[in-house]
């Protein structure tokens, strides 16, 4: 019983930067994870990013460690995935996902999931 909806996609050039966030409401845990996942047409979902909502605690794909952040405001019920040095090849459809257990980069371990937001990095 948890809802999440995304927000903050759109269109950026090269080199650009964008902060996709993701608000959770309904039933939700203290050991609950969150995660960011990405989506190209004729490609399969592919993890980005998690963290541990308890903790803070996180784990990045290696595609894009060194250029992608995420965190989360607790308070606001809201984790956030901030992109830098964003390359055409980031180009995809954004979810945000949870599930009540640990942090995983796993997709088959997560249960709910966004609608997801367009991002287009332009050459």
């Known amino acids: 019983q948890v809802q999440l909806v995304e927000s903050g996609g759109g269109l950026v050039q090269a080199g650009g930067s964008l902060r996709l966030s993701c608000y959770a409401s309904?039933?939700?845990?203290?050991?609950?994870?969150m995660g960011w996942f990405r989506q190209a047409p004729g490609k399969e979902r592919e993890s980005v990013a998690a963290?541990?909502?308890?903790?803070?605690?996180?784990i990045l794909a290696d595609s894009v460690k060194g250029r992608f952040t995420i965190s989360r405001d607790n308070a606001k019920n809201t984790v956030y995935l901030q992109m830098n040095s964003l390359k055409p090849e980031d180009t995809a459809v954004y979810y945000c996902?949870?599930?009540?257990?640990?942090?995983?980069?796993?997709?088959?371990?997560?249960?709910?999931w966004g609608q997801g937001t367009q991002v287009t990095v332009s050459s």
């Open positions: 963290i541990n909502w308890k903790s803070g605690n996180t």
């Open positions: 996902a949870a599930r009540d257990g640990l942090m995983s980069l796993l997709r088959s371990r997560y249960t709910y």
């Open positions: 309904g039933r939700t845990f203290s050991s609950y994870a």
